[in-house]
């Protein structure tokens, strides 16, 4: 028997933001293991990022999509976090829905953190139960959070006091890796208790390879056929991921000193790591490579791009880069991208993300790995990186082992998550009736 669920998510396509991704790959395979999707999100009219209409093409033409009101930003931007803007939005379909009994269990992926109570509200009012997902921590010590009164204080404060009562009764917590809710867990442990668990990564999408492959456009951030060597880092930069960045630039200066031909030829663009998606002049990287001396290997487009051109520059790059994060649980999602763009991932990974295992045994490309108190060396980044961009000459994306990938692919987290759907109806049936607060 088909069980539908509706997946609550601030963006949705045409978003090219990250997080709209996670929602559109759980409904893409969702009906194979007996769910049918519903997705509940803001007006896209209401976004303020650039949409991506390219991205609907990515859409099965069955998955119905509800468009909930959400706050314009227009004349005057009072808030501009989507959550808050479409919360009420969101609850007043969320409702509709389970009034008509439309939706036997509610999922709600958070970022935006300030939609994870609207599962519980509609469960208080109808009984059906809920899940939330972490595609991020909720509670997190961004910088600045020890400044009082502040933007990250306030964050900060508030979400220590929204997330309790957020996940106090939820039947279900997903989350692309146990780091991402070990915090909220160790502050619950009732949870932990009551409600099923289960992780997966956003996974990747082979299908969305063939129509962009078929669209034969030009790459605009590089020629191709300039003769350099053109690598490609695509999306945000996390504030724990900075360091990272740093000691990536300081590796490009040792290897500008020690093989000037080689870098000579050498393009690191980054793309999409402003300090907002849409600013085209928030540089962050640019500054840290002109301290540093390397500015003339490195190119940044500060603005984000579309999904859909994203694939096509990783496919048209000579290889992708990918830079981690100092906290363990961080496993990079534009890892799974590079890999089937067919093109060698050079990445610098903290030792214990997922990812680092999933490209060695891929033969994917080169892994140097850190830690929390320790990073690689300039001269270890820079010996690694020549390495690297000498064996790309050889390498043969034929020959990497993809035997593994349907463990990493949207599939199966896609089956991983409908398998957790079963079990926390069957453990919310089984739950004695408790009084909410």
């Not at 082979?206 to 492959?213: C, Y």
């Not at 640019?286 to 579309?306: F, K, S, T, Y």
């Not at 790309?392 to 998550?417: I, K, W």
Request: contains cysteine.
């Amino acid at each position: 028997m088909t069980r539908r669920v509706a997946l609550v998510s601030g963006h949705f396509f045409p978003s090219n933001l990250v997080g709209a991704q996670r929602a559109r790959l759980w409904a893409q395979y969702l009906p194979e293991f007996g769910w049918e999707p519903i997705v509940v999100a803001g007006d896209p009219e209401r976004y303020e990022e650039r949409p991506d209409p390219e991205l609907m093409r990515l859409l099965s033409p069955q998955l119905r999509v509800v468009h909930a009101a959400t706050l314009s930003t227009r004349p005057i931007r009072l808030v501009g976090d989507i959550g808050v803007r479409a919360f009420w939005g969101c609850y007043r379909a969320l409702s509709a829905l389970a009034a008509a009994r439309e939706v036997d269990f509610i999922h709600v992926v958070i970022p935006s953190n300030f939609l994870g109570p609207v599962g519980r509200l509609v469960h208080r009012r109808y009984g059906v139960p809920y899940g939330i997902d972490y595609v991020d921590p909720w509670v997190n010590r961004w910088p600045g959070v020890e400044r009082p009164f502040s933007r990250a204080w306030g964050s900060y404060h508030l979400a220590h006091w929204l997330e309790p009562w957020a996940v106090r009764d939820a039947a279900l917590i997903t989350g692309v890796a146990p780091g991402y809710v070990s915090g909220m867990l160790e502050r619950n442990p009732e949870v932990a208790k009551n409600a099923e668990l289960a992780y997966m990564p956003y996974g990747i999408a082979p299908e969305d390879f063939a129509p962009v492959r078929d669209m034969h456009r030009a790459p605009f951030l590089f020629d191709p056929g300039d003769g350099c060597f053109h690598m490609i880092y695509g999306g945000a930069l996390l504030p724990a991921g900075l360091g990272v960045l740093d000691a990536f630039l300081s590796g490009l200066r040792v290897l500008r000193d020690t093989a000037p031909d080689l870098a000579a030829r050498l393009r690191v663009h980054f793309t999409g790591t402003g300090t907002s998606p849409d600013d085209p002049k928030g540089y962050q990287v640019m500054p840290r490579a002109q301290r540093l001396g390397v500015d003339e290997m490195v190119r940044e487009n500060p603005h984000r791009i579309g999904y859909v051109d994203m694939l096509n520059h990783l496919m048209q790059s000579n290889a992708v880069l990918v830079l981690g994060s100092t906290e363990p649980h961080y496993s990079p999602s534009k890892v799974f991208q590079g890999m089937l763009s067919r093109r060698p991932v050079f990445a610098l990974l903290h030792e214990q993300s997922t990812a680092v295992a999933m490209i060695r045994a891929a033969h994917a490309g080169r892994v140097t790995t850190l830690t929390e108190k320790a990073l690689p060396t300039p001269e270890t980044i820079a010996a690694s990186l020549r390495a690297f961009i000498e064996e790309s000459a050889t390498f043969n994306p034929d020959t990497v082992d993809r035997s593994g990938f349907e463990d990493f692919s949207a599939r199966h987290s896609t089956r991983v998550l409908a398998e957790a759907l079963d079990r926390a109806c069957v453990r919310y049936q089984a739950r004695p009736v408790l009084q909410s607060s």
